[in-house]
């Protein structure tokens, strides 16, 4: 039974984006909606300019139309199921409008920083009352050890920092074709696996489908891309997997399965702390993708060497997990 529910729902996350992308892909080039290429980014990048965004859509579509369809046939929408749906629309909406700004206004900025984060931040705090209806704990388990932590009110806060954080960590590691579609796939992939070990029959569904979603937009996001999936697709991903983490009390596990997308900030805070502190660089360029691209590595092998160090990593988190 379990083999069968997520066989068909990565199935249709996967057709629901491969059927809609053909379709989607032209009307996004007839619109001008095209990547506006940073010019202090890579050189290499400049050719890419043009290439239609806010493909994130697709996979926001999928995921909901996915999750409402197999929840319903193999479970029953919760709670969780709105929690979830909540924070992928809620942080997708917030990347859509700064998609918006970019293409369509020619504000190559997009939203600015405080607009963003204070979108972000009012998600959070709703998600945190909306768990507050619930017997939800406020205590965060530490790996490795049977403890945990009693957080109590602070757990508001640790709500939208993760939220917040992680939704911004995803969204720095979409620098490259197909980067962060194959890391996400590989990240909720072992959330699914977790959260089905925990009985969390609805939350292992919504990961699911995020990876058929993700895999689904590979086929046309791997390199040399034909669409980008945008903030619409990075910052819905990113709170997305750290709202799974929450639901299924993970929230220390993710650093780990989230791994990629915690050391490619980690590059972005390390080079600006040291430039500002000593005026010299860490990297070449940050995040760091942009590091091994200088280094004269191409594009096809810095994504699939990330792609290995998510898969590593998301086993360790597995078996940290499940068997330690």
Known sequence: MQEQVLFFTILLGFLI???LSPIFIPFLRRLKFGQSIREEGPKSHQKKTGTPTMGGIMILLSIIITTLVMTEKFSEPTIKTFILLFVTIGFGLLGFLDDFIKVAMKRNL???SKQKLLGQIIVSIVVY?????????TSVAIPFTNYSIELGFFYALFIVFWLVGFSNAVNLTDGLDGLVSGTAAIAFGAFSVLAWNQSMIEVSIFSIAVVGAVLGFLVFNAHPAKVFMGDTGSLALGGAIASIAILSKLEIILLIIGGVFVIETLSVILQVISFKTTGKRIFR????HHHYELLGWSEWRVVVTFW???LLLAIMGIYIEVWL
């Open 17 to 19: 984006t491969v059927l």
């Open 285 to 288: 360029m940050s995040p760091l």
């Open 110 to 112: 997009g939203l600015t």
């Open 308 to 310: 290995t160090a998510g």
């Open 129 to 137: 009352f909306l768990l507050k209806q619930t017997d939800f704990s």
